[in-house]
């Protein structure tokens, strides 16, 4: 219905999808497959209440709820990167100023290093998230500066989420969990200095083992479960 980071806005994907293959056709957004995938295969299997970050070029989030998937009232719940996170802040594709994925996602370190003039080592390769943290692991002090600050702002939209929904597991997946080592502290420090005492004590936060495979097998899962549904197959 609306999908401002590849502008598309009431495109008939489903259908568009159903022409060319004569399969059924699920859709859902890459954020809840994520989390799914996570809940059934990754480090969520254990957790009832779970939250999944997704931190690729915006950032969007899946809501566990006591085991299920919550879709919000017509499916479009979770859209956590339009948090406002700064009043006057950056003019966002959604319409709104200051929302969390301009200031936390794989866009914004790519363009606030770009700004900074750092550029990618190879000339015929746009820089990328990968060579960022090869230039920080070789001891770059401007790149290990921006990804503790892309992980502070993690952490300031982590802890509105915490103290919302108190969840048990916060997950971060997709393009960003490629710099895991460089995020992790900013992210547990803010977190640590903000959220709520009694929301902080038991969370765990982890980067996602599945990597950018969580919303591929979540999406999986989800035509697993639509051929047995669709076939009333029941699995002891
Ligand atoms: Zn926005």
Known sequence: MFAPNLKWENIDLK??????????????????????GEKLFGVGKDASNLIYVSAGIGI????????????GSSG????????TIEVNGKKCS???????????SENALLEQAKSLSIHSD??????????LVKMADDGHV??????????????IGLTNIINTLNPELIIIGNRLSAAKNWLINPIRRVIENRALPFHRKQLRIEFSGLNIYSCALGASSIAVSHFFSENNITVE
């Open 94 to 104: 959604c319409g709104n100023r200051g929302c969390w994925e301009m200031y936390a």
């Open 60 to 71: 969007g989030t899946g809501i566990i709820i006591d085991n299920e998937l919550y879709k």
């Open 142 to 155: 401007e790149v290990i500066h921006l990804f503790n600050t892309i992980g502070e702002y993690l952490g």
């Open 15 to 36: 259908s568009m999808i159903a022409n060319e293959f004569p399969f059924p056709v699920a859709i859902d957004n890459e954020a809840n497959s994520g989390a799914l």
């Open 76 to 83: 479009f719940s979770g859209e956590m990167g339009h948090l």
């Open 122 to 131: 190879r000339a015929d390769k746009p820089l990328d998230i990968e060579s």
